[in-house]
Structures are given as structure tokens and as C-alpha cells.
């Protein structure tokens, strides 16, 4: 049976890609697609236009003081140092908690200022984003994704990545089909090149939501043989 600690992770980190380049040599080669794809274009930012906005919304700020700092950091020193025994605990993380560690630690810089963890919800983390997004291929401007993201933890072979379940925005609506999109290139995930993630992660066991919380359970190294 696990131990519990009455203590409580995270953050994420978001790493968006681009197929602008491979889309860019299939226009050069096929010149005549050129016409299809810019209408094709036109449509998926008109589309985008609806539900994003030019400025980025105004995201609550937690500036938390030195206590409060340490009180959440040890959570993650007890994760550490079940790690090193081997033991099985599971650790606890508010909603604040989470925003306490986004504003502490280097490795949640990225969402610094446009993520504040709002609440923990049965179905995930239930987040208030201003996500950038690239305007197109030709303007290079910035639009946002201006919104409430629902978030779903799970654990990867090298780090916890955060699932886009739903994207509520403050404007408009986003259709399913670019949920699922965004919920496929895993933007929201911790750096698997992170020394703590990487010396760490094989002996996390699992990272779900519960009763309000966020739980971090550890356990046998998941990469170590059976037997």
C-alpha cells in the first residue's frame, strides 16, 4: 500500500512545430496547387480568425512569497527523494500549487505570465491560457488563442505531457477537429531534457487527477527488466 504525503505538481511547457517549410517546397514543386492551397489557407485562417484575437488576454499573475515557495519545492524533494529509496508515495498538488511552481521554476518560464491553473476538475486542469499562434505562412504576425484549456495529465516514455481535451475560447468557438490537432503534437509537456525529468521520470509511476488534486505516484523504475 502507498504512503501518502499531504503535500502536493508542476507545470508544463509548451513546444509548438511547423510544417511551413514542407508545405512551402510542395508549392514551389507543384505550382499548380498553388491556387487550392492559398484558398485552402484563406479558409483555415478565416476559420482561425473567429476564435482568436491580435493581443493576448490579461492572465492572473501569482507572485507567491518565500513560504509559500518552499512549501511546494519540498513536494518535489519528497518526490526526489522516493525516487532515490525506491519507495511508493503519493503526493499531492492544488491548483495553487501548480501556479506557485510556474512562477518558481526555470524549466515553466514558457508559461510565465499566460497560464494560470484555475482549478482541478474531474475530467483535468482546468487552465486560463493566452496561447500565441502564428498568423500564416506569408504574414508573420501573432495572433492568441485566447481562453480556457481543459488539460489532461499522462505519463510518456520520457516526461508527463499535459492532453488538450477541450479548448473553451473567450471568443467564438474552435471546432473539434482543431482540438484534436493540437492534443496530437503534445504542446503542453514537461522537457524531457531536463536533468530532474530525466534522472526522475522512469520511476514515476503515475500522474492523474483526483478529488480536486493532482497526484504524483512513484514507484518501480516503469524501464527497469520484470523478473
Known sequence: MSNEENVNPEGLQSSPTSGCLILA???????????????????????????????????????????????????LTTIEAAVEEGKAIRVLFSSHDLNVLIASLDVLV?????????????????????????KGIVDKGMRYLN??????????VRTVAFEVLDIRPREGEVP??????YAV??????????????????????VYVEDGQLVVETGKDRTAPEG
Open 110 to 134: 514558457d508559461f510565465r505570465g499566460n497560464t494560470f491553473i484555475d482549478r482541478i476538475s474531474p475530467q483535468g486542469i482546468v487552465a486560463d491560457m493566452a496561447q500565441p499562434m502564428r
Open 176 to 181: 473539434e477537429g482543431f482540438i484534436k490537432n
Open 25 to 75: 517546397m510542395i508549392l514551389f514543386v507543384f505550382g499548380g496547387l498553388v491556387v487550392l492551397y492559398t484558398v485552402v489557407g484563406l479558409y483555415q485562417n478565416r476559420k482561425i480568425d473567429s476564435f482568436t484575437q491580435d493581443s493576448a488576454m490579461e492572465v492572473t499573475l501569482v507572485e507567491p512569497d518565500a513560504k509559500e515557495t518552499e512549501v511546494v519545492l519540498a513536494k
Open 147 to 156: 481562453g480556457t484549456f481543459v488539460l489532461r495529465p499522462q505519463i510518456r
Open 185 to 206: 503534437l503534445d504542446f503542453f509537456r514537461l522537457d524531457p531534457e531536463n536533468e530532474h525529468i530525466e534522472k526522475h521520470i522512469s520511476s514515476i509511476s503515475a
